[in-house]
């Protein structure tokens, strides 16, 4: 089994309902069977996703991230990077930290050290213009992304896209979103997730953050089972997200399958309540989804 769960489901400046991250679990058996997953993978990690992920511990069936009265941060063994934005990668730092000092090895002198995942450009430019200030010391000496983590770096090219799995069962394959554009299309790297029971063949679809790009996404999310879809909620000229009304001009069947995440504080004030008879709803923060049994 695999199932997701969204740490927050919040716009970039959302104060209602934290960062659009999320916590995607590997089961043998299931929750209903078992304390804890197999294998585990966050979805990003952004400013609010240590305050989120501190609720989370305390909820039915997410004990097992809690120790102490403390997030416990070994638990989470894979973080999948999308982009740099501080929504994203804002808790990194704590994360790393914790690890690295509250949990320990005492005898070893070593900490926990996470597998981190992402493309090649994400990741050096992750350390280089926005981790390094923070972490780029360690007590007596320089420090490096490696220090922290071990690093998966993906290409992505043409011809083929990377990917990872979890329990040698779901794969997990990157593709470039239109997030940001500096001169031309996709020359910003942002990604999302394209995830595939290697088992039944049944896959789902996540943006991660986009613009409106359905022509090139449009035979992913025809063939998912599900689609998370990040949306914005208000227009405004050249957005870095999709418009609600873009959304909208997705055909009926695609819609009636996608649930829309990274929403602003505006979502229940009564204009989008049509969102939950045409598409699949909002994104329930801290709900597990089932993504393939």
Same mark, same amino acid.
């Given at each position: 089994? @695999?199932?997701?769960? $969204?740490?927050?489901?919040?716009?970039?400046?959302? #104060? =209602?309902? /934290?960062?659009?991250?999320? *916590?995607?679990?590997?089961?043998?058996?299931?929750?209903?069977?078992?304390?804890?997953?197999?294998?585990?993978?966050?979805?990003?990690?952004?400013?609010?996703?240590?305050?989120?992920?501190?609720?989370?511990?305390?909820?039915?069936?997410?004990?097992?991230?809690?120790?102490?009265?403390?997030?416990?941060?070994?638990?989470?063994?894979?973080?999948?990077?999308?982009?740099?934005?501080?929504?994203?990668?804002?808790?990194?730092?704590?994360?790393?930290?914790?690890?690295?000092?509250?949990?320990?090895?005492?005898?070893?002198?070593?900490?926990?050290?996470?597998?981190?995942?992402?493309?090649?450009?994400?990741?050096?430019?992750?350390?280089?213009?926005?981790?390094?200030?923070?972490?780029?010391?360690?007590?007596?000496?320089?420090?490096? @992304?490696?220090?922290? $983590?071990?690093?998966?770096?993906?290409?992505?090219? #043409? =011809?083929? /896209?990377?990917?990872?799995? *979890?329990?040698?069962?779901?794969?997990?394959?990157?593709?470039?979103?239109?997030?940001?554009?500096?001169?031309?299309?996709?020359?910003?790297?942002?990604?999302?997730?394209?995830?595939?029971?290697?088992?039944?063949?049944?896959?789902?679809?996540?943006?991660?953050?986009?613009?409106?790009?359905?022509?090139?996404?449009?035979?992913?999310?025809?063939?998912?089972?599900?689609?998370?879809?990040?949306?914005?909620?208000?227009?405004?000229?050249?957005?870095?997200?999709?418009?609600?009304?873009?959304?909208?001009?997705?055909?009926?069947?695609?819609?009636?399958?996608?649930?829309?995440?990274?929403?602003?504080?505006?979502?229940?004030?009564?204009?989008?309540?049509?969102?939950?008879?045409?598409?699949?709803?909002?994104?329930?923060?801290?709900?597990?989804?089932?993504? $393939?049994?």
């Amino acid at each position: 089994m @695999l199932t997701l769960t $969204f740490l927050g489901v919040g716009a970039a400046f959302a #104060k =209602r309902n /934290h960062n659009s991250n999320a *916590l995607i679990e590997a089961w043998r058996k299931g929750p209903d069977h078992q304390e804890q997953p197999d294998d585990l993978l966050l979805v990003d990690l952004g400013a609010l996703g240590p305050r989120a992920l501190d609720e989370l511990k305390d909820k039915p069936g997410f004990g097992y991230l809690d120790v102490g009265g403390r997030i416990n941060y070994p638990a989470i063994r894979r973080i999948f990077i999308s982009h740099q934005h501080a929504d994203h990668i804002g808790g990194l730092e704590e994360l790393a930290l914790t690890n690295t000092y509250a949990f320990a090895d005492p005898e070893a002198r070593k900490g926990f050290k996470p597998q981190i995942i992402s493309s090649i450009n994400v990741l050096v430019n992750l350390w280089d213009t926005s981790l390094k200030g923070g972490m780029g010391a360690i007590q007596g000496r320089h420090a490096l @992304l490696q220090d922290y $983590f071990f690093i998966l770096a993906l290409k992505l090219d #043409k =011809r083929k /896209h990377e990917g990872f799995s *979890l329990l040698k069962r779901y794969r997990f394959d990157i593709f470039p979103t239109d997030h940001i554009q500096v001169e031309r299309k996709y020359d910003w790297p942002s990604y999302g997730l394209y995830i595939t029971d290697t088992r039944s063949g049944e896959t789902v679809f996540f943006s991660g953050d986009t613009r409106y790009d359905y022509p090139a996404y449009s035979r992913m999310m025809e063939a998912a089972k599900v689609c998370f879809h990040d949306v914005q909620l208000f227009d405004q000229p050249d957005p870095v997200h999709p418009l609600i009304h873009e959304l909208q001009n997705m055909p009926a069947e695609i819609k009636a399958k996608t649930i829309l995440y990274h929403y602003g504080d505006e979502w229940d004030t009564g204009p989008f309540d049509f969102v939950d008879g045409e598409f699949k709803g909002f994104a329930v923060p801290q709900q597990r989804y089932v993504l $393939f049994e």
